[in-house]
């Protein structure tokens, strides 16, 4: 299995850009969960997916961010517009409560740089 | 509101020191419980993982975990710590019918060489 596949590793842009960070999901997994991780907050859950629709947004920060799953094997996290306190690293997780209970694969991350 | 509790934010360590990293949960019914870790630069991978039977779980790398249902607690534990054990540790909780899981914190440990 090729695992939680996200991209782009890294993205630098300028403030007020849009920006979309994209993951693939371990095939056969039903649950997918956006991640942000800083130093001063920790790790936060943005939002989680159940078999493609969303179940929790409550950690999405504010309208500015925005998430889809479109269907089983891809789903995007949207800023729009980024402002310099978006730069964190994004992960992406996948899980399957049959296959493996519950278990959060993560992904490798994106790194989002907002000057 | 569920929640996980670590003890320790940074702890440093001397090559061959054992270890111990507390954590606590606030959660009255049946729970799976995780240990992840974080090398530097990379992205979370479980380490061990316990849902029912044996409360003395081990993981990879000589890890090993407790878990002690009256005082709601899940300590990791290693014997001897090695300088590639530098990362950072969290402990994660999921209702058993839930598919979040809440996420400790974390626990950064610095061994020195």
């Known amino acids: 299995d090729a695992g939680v596949i996200q991209s782009p590793r890294h993205e630098v842009t300028e403030m007020g850009q849009e920006v979309t960070l994209r993951c693939k999901p371990i095939s056969g997994h039903n649950s997918l969960f956006w991640y942000r991780q800083t130093m001063m907050r920790g790790l936060e859950l943005l939002i989680y997916?159940?078999?493609?629709?969303?179940?929790?947004d409550s950690g999405m920060p504010e309208d500015r961010f925005s998430a889809k799953m479109p269907n089983a094997s891809f789903s995007t996290l949207k800023i729009q517009p980024s402002e310099p306190r978006d730069s964190a690293v994004y992960f992406c997780a996948s899980s399957s409560r049959t296959r493996a209970k519950n278990i959060q694969y993560f992904g490798a991350g994106t790194r989002l740089s907002v000057l | 509101a569920q929640s996980v509790s670590q003890h320790n934010h940074h702890v440093i360590l001397s090559e061959a020191a054992s270890l111990e990293l507390g954590c606590n949960y606030s959660y009255g019914g049946t729970v799976n419980l995780f240990w992840y870790v974080q090398y530097p630069g990379q992205h979370l991978q479980l380490l061990l993982k316990y849902f029912s039977g044996d409360p003395l779980v081990k993981g990879i790398k000589g890890f090993e975990a407790e878990f002690i249902k009256s005082k709601f607690s899940f300590n990791l534990r290693k014997p001897s710590v090695q300088w590639s054990d530098t990362a950072e540790y969290f402990c994660?909780?999921?209702?058993?019918?839930?598919?979040?899981?809440?996420f400790g914190k974390g626990t950064r440990l610095h061994i020195l060489p």
């Open positions: 997916f159940n078999n493609n629709v969303p179940i929790d």
């Open positions: 994660a909780v999921s209702p058993n019918r839930d598919d979040k899981i809440i």
